[in-house]
């Protein structure tokens, strides 16, 4: 027999046997030439069998039974000593008839090792790659159904027993734990027990019991035998050091081991020389030697991960063809250091390639673009011959095209070719020539788009295949299907047809995907070969070549062995997202992914090449609004803020394209509102929200306020003309449906701002885009979009996702019909084939890996479903396949989620997948719309309820946005309160909105807040009906008859005494514009838990030193009353709406002279002017006479010169002279709204009148001197004349028009006594009145005041000795009138106020009547209104004896005339008093000032700036009072009945009375006894028939809220006392006093409620961190879909269930988050703790952390480090040492204070803020935060904010924040604008501290949580 060459399974040989003889090249000569170099050969030795011999051992060949099965073309022309080595080890342990695990680094090394080693022996090979999701089924035995039977298939460990194979296992480090031990049995004795009832046992047991039984018994018995050429050979990672499942230890013992690293130095060398042979021997060995270092063991101490050392040989490739290239740039494509690595990293490979001269040069170039792609000459089929220039010069090379022709000029109209896109591709054609590559990208920066570019110029077709999380390595290669006759059966993956197919696969989104799974596509990638699970077998095109030349049989027949040869041209392009540098979750690129293609980075565009792009992309786009969007996008990328980067994901080219195609559209709107869109800046935290305000200030991109109010004023309506529909300003034709059912129809209720929603749907939709709506919970998205729908007229698909939405369920729903089974499609399937809208509802329930298959339906319209069909975009990509469905036309995707965050803490779909989208926010409807809303659905509600509603609901959400409350009310919870109100109108508000509320009534924190907020609105949750507080009523005295006032006939012309006029025009000096500033109002109603007089109160912002000196109200409708408030220290103007909820505040400190040389005690009244000069002040003050108009519309300042020249600079007064000696000028502003006021000057003689309309003022001279002007109607004025008290009636013409020389004529008023023998005789009782009406009394109320009926003229005015004075017949007639008066006891003058009342300031003024009088005469309501102060109250008659009265301000006197009572109403005393006292009490007798509001309204406001708004009279107060309880609500306490009306079916005979029970036992139902209840014919309750209703006692009864409430006292007491026992314990066991419980409580109350909502925030983290995932291959739990065939089939682990995730194997441990609160315990702290309290709140922010992480020390390792004078690092709470009660943590505040109170002065912020950040990362932690409390002083020690802004953002891994607390002046803001926006926080009032904290955990810690 002739020898055979080794490798040769018979036939003829002739090749083989070349490749055999070149494989023997080294034999030198026998075994001593081989001893003496050391060097091991390959020989094969003639004989009977073939025999292979390496080195010195040998093996014999045995003859292949299939032959395919054996490895071909693995062994290379010249084998590496290192391999062969290996080779001859193998070898060995095969002798031995071991298993073999070859271990070492990743790369295809050891599987090529493997491969060589049975190519050699001709051994045939099971391979199976094992991945997480392999089974035992997948290793042993699969039943597949064939004719309706099941049957059992073996698997490759059971083939390759009993067929005597070796099985090749890669990958054991993916498995999952217990699946590999079913083979342990098998691998130690070669046994194992088959599903089927096989038994498999081993040659040697087998050949024993077969010479004692036949072969059939053993068969009968089922023992089959396992080949003694059986053998396993293991391929795995170390796993400590790669990630993955460690070995199992019985598992691991079966194996032998061998470590194959990397090919030696000088054989990779060798190899690589033998690539290039273009490139320097020099540069080769450079590269290799840099490779090396970076897979030495010190670069993975730095965590630096493996060179991929195999992929060098494409990178020399790359480099032969390119000589000139930078080889710096071919390296990043192996290892893209600068995307995957952290700063360290990054230089450490710097230093590297510096230190082997790789760096770049000026000579070396780069690749610019592709200049030609021509099909290949020489006939190749499916190459091309590409032309790249680099540099200057052009190179032509070869690389693989795809099956469709090459087009000649590749132009596709939607890519716009960029320079870095022209050079991008052409690197891509570069490792296109040899290996697949990985595009590395951010989202929407065009990867797919250059992918498919690369594709249409190569003539590929593309195959895109969108990975998701839970995919498993089934998806990616093969699913099982049913045959129509129920078999089953295997259909390849899109994957798999495309390599037979040779397209380009585009897998995006491997950064999704398992790492476990990825394992199968390995071998793909490297040596191009494939095992599918049915046993079909792929091979590399020259290999299948080979085999058939071998077998010499033709394709049909290899194809009916299941072998296939892999399309030559076929290439696989990844697209992934950059890893998180430093995560540990998301740090997919690891040195196994790196070894499987060449990598390039897609960098997002330039800004001068993204305009290129917009532009023509969209060419009418405005180009201003690309300029500053573009430079803002530009600006957040560049930054290393985290906060900025977040949001320049969301402003990806896409996103941009999507801005700038809707402004070409409308380019009237708004770039600020598109950019506030596309971020969704409605739902950032805080921190990103201030930052993207900042950022989009400082590139001018703002919101002007008349914008925002053209968008509110401007009228939306939605119509529908002739078939169009217009919602605003934009119209679209309606959809012509014959799919009625489908379109939904929905109760809708229009209001503006849900049109504006709809409007802005409708542009997006008709821009083709898909939609995002986002908002809280309850906004209307449903409603909304299913009104958008039927206005459209367009059918929907609604899916609603949910926690277990798998991707199949998505697509479609398999189900088992007759053995069959059946895919129903889903609505998602129905709306894409129909051309129907899908509304994809609650699209952040599903898990984000789930949803992501959505990306590729909206971006490239193509998706695979599970059924083997797939959709594609339009039907050019049909191309003849069977099984697709074409995306209709009119398909669109409306998907809703809820917002981002806490505290839905849904999965981030925005953040995934909001780039695709285009997103609406839709917020609650504004209070308008929400009320036009509200009133729909509640016709007969009240309005007023409505809006305490809206205005309640407002203020709560506002408190959810900042995070102080976590329930975020809607729209939805009002429409329900409102709907009940509706139905049940006999209901109270205050009960029905417990129906909301009640959830929270558990929360005591919470409830609180939800309590003192819908009390501040006036919404009487928790009060009584019979909570009625009103003042008590005391008798007024009769009324008397006090005698006439007499005109005096002007009989002679002495009494008629003309007064001469003169008229000027004003000089106006001004205008100046000064600045009006906004501030909040906390109106809160006060009838909330009792009805008062009161309505409503809020408090002005005055300083403590400031008080107020007049109030005034314009005369306008009730609603619209603006109230005016002067404060004279320094002069300021308040002004506000008094329904509104803001005010405005002008500073006035500059504009009033100073006179020189006396102390300058201003006093400023107000008189507000009417239409047409709404909104104008005049001011005056009355010592300097300064008159100024001010308009509060725009803030213009105009002085008016009203005195003659002369006067109007008082001579300076010698600083001596006596100041009381000046007199005042008053201002008469009765008629100030009809635009004109008088002045005069205390004891002057003339008047003044200021037409303020004309411009001109009148000077009436008069005779007499003046005490006081009463302005009594327009045309007749009362004057008092000074020292006599006498009184005048001056008559004027109603208009002083110029030419009737303005005569006025002047009469003297006599008062005669009833009675001239008695009484008012002298002159000098006289009295001047407080106050005269200046319109008369209604002749009803005129009627009832003096109990006769009576029509006439009348003025009624008080004084001090009388409650009220009515004059009948003044002043129009001019006959005498009587005077009617109601006199006090005592007069209010001769009362001073004892000593004993320290209260009252009143009692300090030595001389001179107060300035305000504060009386007021309200004529509608009959009654005279005036302040008292409380000495001159009989208190004792108000009050019982044994209470003591408030501390009141002063009292409010209310005489009613009508009802002839007296009552005085308590006014709160002010929060803060003002010093000056002796000031304050020349001002007013009491502590407040009063003005009318309206008709029968009152406001007052106290020296503390607190605006109260009364109501007195009776009849509104009954009104009220009635609202109030209808509010409230009467169910409470009454007992309620249960009737039930059954129709019993019985007759009613006649009526009677029925038996009297003498027991009186309760009867039910019957007709015998009399008062039972819900009988037929006898007398009782809720039944029929009977005579009458009677009620014998027996009844539900309920237990009333006032006996409820009258729980014992002693169970309180019991209570009470258990409390305080169990506190004193508490305090005993941590060994504190009493006296620190309550120093603690000061610090700790302070910040509860945020410690509360911080710990609520932490628990959910928590719990959002424990969600528990699907795990699949169960035993018991759910059904899994995807495994429903192998239910079919019988198999056992088909179910899925929910379980907490193994961390993935190698994933780090979770580690804390650390965070270090630096603060300021400086000098200056405790220095200016009495100004600010900035101390007091530094301690109570530092008590929040402490209580706040309490517990949490697993999550957060917290310390606490102070920095003053002393030192920057002064330990206060160390992160091992942190305090666990009370007791430590009031030490540590009592540390802070005493430090603070003794140090040096001086200041370390920037010291201790460096030393933070630098000593935090010294600890391993998931992030850092270093937040600084510090003052803002840092000028002062000659600190500069860029210093301290650059110490901020040292070190991007830690979060560094600065709060400054207190400032001087504006230091604070200055500061703030110099520091990174979101970085920095001002607490101007300190109480801010613990909220800002709050966010900074909220809007950082949820980010990365």
């Not at 036939?11 to 003889?21: E, I, L, M, N, S």
């Not at 898990?847 to 039907?875: A, F």
């Not at 005493?1794 to 001086?1802: I, T, V």
Request: aromatic share 8%; hydrophobic share 35%; net charge neutral.
């Amino acid at each position: 027999m002739q020898s055979r060459v080794l490798c040769l399974g018979g036939g003829a040989g002739a090749p083989a046997a070349r490749r055999v003889r070149l494989l023997l090249r080294q034999v030198l000569g026998g075994d001593a030439a081989a001893a003496r170099s050391g060097r091991l050969e390959v020989r094969a030795l003639h004989g009977t069998g073939d025999t292979v011999t390496i080195g010195d051992v040998s093996f014999k060949l045995k003859t292949p039974k299939n032959p395919e099965f054996v490895p071909q073309n693995y062994i290379t022309d010249s084998l590496a000593q290192a391999v062969v080595h290996h080779l001859r080890w193998i070898m060995q342990k095969d002798l031995l008839g071991q298993d073999v695990f070859l271990i070492g680094p990743p790369g295809p090394l050891r599987r090529s090792i493997a491969m060589q080693y049975l190519e050699l022996t001709k051994r045939e090979v099971e391979y199976i790659a094992l991945s997480r999701d392999t089974t035992e089924t997948d290793l042993k035995q699969r039943r597949e159904i064939r004719d309706g039977s099941a049957f059992y298939l073996d698997q490759c460990a059971v083939r390759a027993a009993t067929e005597g194979r070796i099985l090749v296992l890669e990958g054991l480090e993916k498995a999952e734990r217990n699946v590999l031990p079913v083979l342990n049995n098998l691998l130690e004795n070669r046994e194992m027990q088959l599903e089927d009832g096989r038994f498999l046992m081993s040659a040697e047991r087998y050949d024993k019991l077969l010479q004692s039984h036949t072969k059939s018994e053993l068969d009968a018995w089922k023992i089959v035998r396992v080949s003694e050429d059986f053998r396993v050979i293991a391929l795995g990672l170390p796993v400590p050091k790669y990630s993955g499942n460690p070995l199992d230890p019985p598992l691991r013992s079966r194996f032998q081991a061998r470590d194959v690293y990397h090919l030696p130095f000088k054989d990779h060398l060798q190899l690589l020389y033998s690539i290039g042979s273009n490139i320097s021997t020099e540069r080769i060995s450079q590269l290799l030697s840099f490779a090396t270092t970076l897979c030495s063991q010190e670069s993975s101490t730095l965590g630096l991960p493996d060179f991929p050392l195999d992929s060098l040989s494409a990178a020399v490739q790359i480099l032969d063809s390119f000589p000139m290239m930078s080889v710096q740039h071919v390296i990043d494509r192996l290892y893209p250091y600068n995307v995957f690595l952290g700063k360290e990293g990054r230089t450490a490979v710097k230093d590297a390639l510096k230190r082997f001269e790789l760096q770049d040069s000026k000579s070396h170039l780069l690749p610019r673009r592709i200049t030609r792609v021509e099909s290949a000459h020489e006939n190749k089929p499916f190459k091309a011959d590409v032309t790249v220039q680099i540099g200057e010069k052009e190179m032509t090379f070869q690389v693989p095209a795809g099956t469709a022709l090459l087009k000649k000029h590749p132009r596709s109209d939607t890519f716009i070719k960029t320079s870095s896109h022209n050079q991008l591709l052409a690197e891509m054609m570069q490792s296109h020539m040899v290996k697949d590559m990985c595009l590395i990208g951010g989202k929407g920066c065009g990867k797919t788009v250059i992918a498919k570019e690369f594709a249409d110029i190569l003539g590929y077709s593309i195959e895109p295949i969108m990975l998701y999380q839970d995919m498993t390595a089934r998806d990616l290669l093969q699913q099982r299907y049913t045959l129509p006759n129920g078999d089953t059966a295997w259909r390849p993956s899109p994957l798999v047809t495309a390599a037979l197919e040779g397209k380009l696969v585009i897998l995006d989104g491997i950064h999704r995907i398992n790492p476990g799974t990825l394992a199968v596509l390995q071998r793909l990638i490297h040596d191009r070969e494939l095992t599918l699970y049915d046993g079909t077998r792929l091979l590399r095109e020259d290999r299948y070549q080979n085999l058939k030349e071998e077998l010499q049989i033709s394709e049909e027949k290899l194809q009916e062995r299941s072998i296939f040869p892999i399309h030559p041209s076929f290439r696989i392009v990844v697209l992934a997202e950059p890893p998180v540098i430093g995560s540990s979750t998301q740090q997919w690129l690891g040195p196994e992914l790196l070894t499987l293609c060449l990598f390039h980075n897609v960098r997002s565009l330039s800004k001068s090449e993204e305009i290129e792009v917009i532009k023509k992309m969209i060419p009418n786009v405005p180009s201003v609004a690309v300029e500053q969007l573009l430079s803002l996008t530009h600006k957040l990328r560049e930054t290393n803020d985290t906060t900025a980067q977040s949001l320049a994901s969301s402003l990806s080219t896409r996103q941009l394209l999507r801005i700038c195609r809707r402004l070409s559209q409308h380019p009237d709107e708004s770039l600020y509102y598109a950019v506030n869109k596309a971020c969704l800046s409605r739902f950032l935290p805080n921190l990103a929200r201030s930052a993207l305000h900042k950022n989009l200030q400082d590139c001018g991109i703002e919101t002007s306020p008349d914008d925002m109010k053209k968008l509110e004023e401007k009228h939306y309506t939605c119509e529908i003309n002739n078939g169009i529909l217009k919602i605003g300003s934009v119209t679209m034709p309606i959809y012509n449906s014959a799919e009625k059912m489908k379109v939904p129809d929905v109760l809708f209720y229009e209001n503006a701002q849900h049109l504006m929603v709809m409007e802005d749907m409708l542009k997006d939709f008709l821009l083709g885009e898909h939609l995002l709506l986002v908002g809280n919970q309850g906004v209307g998205k449903n409603k909304v979009v299913d009104r958008f729908l039927h206005l459209l007229n367009r059918p929907r698909e609604y899916l609603q996702l949910h926690r277990d939405t798998t991707v199949q369920s998505l697509t479609l729903q398999p189900s088992v019909k007759d053995g069959l089974i059946i895919y129903e499609d889903s609505p998602l399937v129905r709306a894409v084939k129909f051309g129907r809208i899908l509304v994809i509802d609650e699209a952040d329930k599903a898990p984000t890996n789930v949803t992501c298959i959505l990306k590729t339906l909206v971006e490239s319209g193509e998706m695979v479903l599970s059924d083997g069909r797939r959709i594609v975009p339009n039907n050019a990509h049909v191309e003849g396949r069977e099984n697709v469905i074409v995306i209709h036309p009119d398909f669109r995707m409306i998907v809703l989620a809820n917002r981002p965050g806490f505290p839905f803490l849904g999965n981030d779909f925005f953040g995934t997948l909001g780039d695709i989208f285009s997103c609406h926010a839709v917020d609650n409807p504004k209070p308008e719309s929400e009320l036009a809303m509200l009133r729909q659905y509640g016709p007969d509600v009240p309005e007023q309820i409505l809006q305490k509603l809206v205005a309640a609901f407002g203020e709560l959400r506002s408190l959810a946005d900042q995070g102080i409350i976590n329930y975020p009310y809607s729209t939805r919870e009002v429409v329900n309160i409102v709907k009940h109100l509706q139905k049940f109108p006999t209901e109270g508000l205050a009960s029905v909105v417990r129906n909301v509320f009640d959830f929270d009534s558990y929360n005591n924190e919470m409830r609180e807040i939800l309590i003192n907020t819908l009390h501040k609105y006036g919404i009487p949750i928790g009060a009584k009906p019979t909570n009625v507080q009103l003042a008590k009523e005391l008798p007024l005295p009769d009324h008397k008859f006090m005698g006439y006032w007499k005109v005096t006939e002007p009989g002679n012309a002495q009494q008629k005494l003309l007064c001469p006029t003169e008229t000027q025009k004003i000089d106006v000096k001004g205008p100046v514009y000064l600045n009006i500033q906004g501030f909040p109002l906390e109106r809160h109603e006060a009838r909330s838990l009792s009805f008062t007089e009161e309505l409503a109160f809020w408090t002005l912002p005055l300083e403590e030193v400031n008080f107020v000196c007049d109030v005034a109200v314009t005369k306008e409708e009730e609603a619209e009353n603006v109230l005016y408030v002067t404060a004279c220290n320094p002069v300021s103007l308040f002004f506000m709406n008094v329904s509104s909820n803001s005010g405005y505040f002008v500073d006035l400190y500059d504009l009033f002279p100073r006179t020189v040389g006396s102390v300058w005690q201003p006093f400023v009244t107000v008189a507000p002017l009417g239409n047409p000069l709404k909104g104008q002040v005049v001011l005056h003050e009355e010592e300097s006479n300064v008159v100024l108009l001010l308009d509060t519309n725009n803030g213009a300042l105009r002085q008016l010169l009203v005195l003659p020249a002369d006067q109007q600079s008082p001579k300076r007064s010698s600083w001596w002279s006596s100041k009381e000696e000046r007199s005042n000028y008053k201002m008469c502003r009765e008629f100030s709204h009809k635009n004109w006021l008088v002045f005069y000057k205390e004891a002057g003689n003339c008047l003044i009148v200021l037409d303020v309309l004309e411009g001109r003022t009148h000077t009436i001279s008069l005779p007499i001197y003046l005490k006081s002007v009463f302005l009594v109607a327009e045309d007749r004025w009362l004057l008092v004349e000074n020292e006599t008290n006498q009184k005048f009636l001056l008559t004027k013409r109603a208009n002083m028009e110029a030419e009737d020389s303005g005569v006025c004529q002047l009469y003297a008023l006599s008062e005669e006594p009833a009675d001239m023998g008695f009484g008012l005789t002298t002159a000098s009782q006289l009295c001047v009145p407080h106050a005269v009406s200046s319109d008369q009394l209604s002749s009803e109320n005129l009627s009832a005041a003096v109990g006769q009926k009576i029509i006439s003229p009348n003025r009624i005015f008080s004084d001090e000795h009388n409650y009220a004075t009515i004059v009948i017949g003044f002043p129009d007639l001019l006959s005498p009138s009587e005077v009617y008066s109601w006199k006090r006891n005592s007069s209010l003058s001769c009362k001073r106020a004892s000593p004993s009342d320290p209260f009252y300031y009143g009692a300090q003024r030595k001389k001179g009547a107060a300035k305000q009088t504060n009386c007021v005469t309200l004529l509608a309501s009959n009654q005279i209104v005036r302040i008292l102060a409380p000495g001159d109250v009989p208190l004792k008659d108000i009050y019982p004896k044994d209470v003591t009265p408030p501390q009141a301000a002063g009292y409010l006197e209310v005489t009613d005339l009508n009802a002839k009572k007296i009552k005085y109403i308590a006014i709160p005393r002010s929060q803060s008093l003002s010093p000056y006292t002796a000031w304050l009490s020349k001002i007013s007798d009491a502590d407040a000032l009063l003005a009318p509001l309206g008709k029968v309204g009152l406001v007052s406001v106290d020296m503390g700036g607190g605006v109260r708004l009364w109501e007195t009279g009776l009849d509104s107060l009954q009104r009220s009072l009635q609202d109030w309880r209808n509010m409230i609500g009467q169910e409470d306490g009454h007992p309620v009945q249960i009737t039930i009306q059954r129709d019993s079916g019985l007759d009613v005979s006649s009526p009677k009375h029925g038996k009297v029970d003498p027991d009186n036992m309760p009867h039910v139902g019957g007709n015998t006894w009399a008062g039972g209840t819900g009988g037929r014919d006898t007398a009782g309750l809720g039944g029929k028939g009977g005579p009458y209703r009677l009620d014998a006692g027996h009844r539900v009864y309920q237990i009333s809220q006032a006996e409820k409430d009258a729980v014992p006292e002693e169970v309180k007491r019991a209570a009470r006392e258990m409390g305080e026992k169990a506190f004193k314990q508490r305090l005993k066991e941590i060994q504190m006093s009493e006296y620190d419980a309550s120093t603690y409580e000061r610090f700790s109350g302070a910040v509860r409620r945020q410690v509360q909502s911080l710990r609520i925030i932490l628990d959910n983290l928590q719990a959002k961190g424990k969600e528990r995932h699907w795990l699949r291959h169960q035993a018991v739990g759910e059904l899994d879909d995807a495994k429903i065939i192998d239910g079919l089939t019988g198999e056992k682990a088909i179910y899925k269930r929910r379980g907490e995730l193994e961390p993935q194997p190698g994933s780090p441990q979770q580690k804390p988050k650390r965070l270090r609160l630096v603060v300021d315990v400086s000098g200056s702290m405790y220095r200016f703790n009495g100004v600010d309290k900035r101390l007091e709140r530094s301690m109570e922010a530092v008590c929040m952390v402490m209580e706040a992480f309490e517990n949490y020390e697993h999550k957060f390792k917290y310390d606490i480090v102070g920095h003053s004078g002393d030192g920057f690092d002064i330990t206060l709470v160390g992160s091992d040492k942190v305090p666990k009660n009370n007791k430590q943590r009031l030490e540590i505040l009592k540390t802070m204070h005493a430090h603070a109170q003794f140090c040096m002065s001086g200041d370390h912020t920037l010291e201790g803020t460096e030393h933070a950040i630098r000593e935090i990362t010294k600890e391993e932690a998931d992030e850092y935060f270093v937040i600084v409390l510090s003052d803002a002083n840092l000028e002062r020690y000659g600190i500069h904010p860029s210093r301290f802004a650059q110490v901020l953002t040292t070190n991007a891994q830690v979060n560094a924040f600065a709060i400054f607390i207190g400032s001087l002046g504006d230091q604070a803001d200055r500061l703030q604008r110099m520091l990174p926006a979101g970085r920095s926080f001002i607490a101007m009032d300190t109480k801010e501290i613990p909220q800002i904290l709050q966010q900074i955990f909220t809007s950082t810690m949820l980010s990365s949580a």
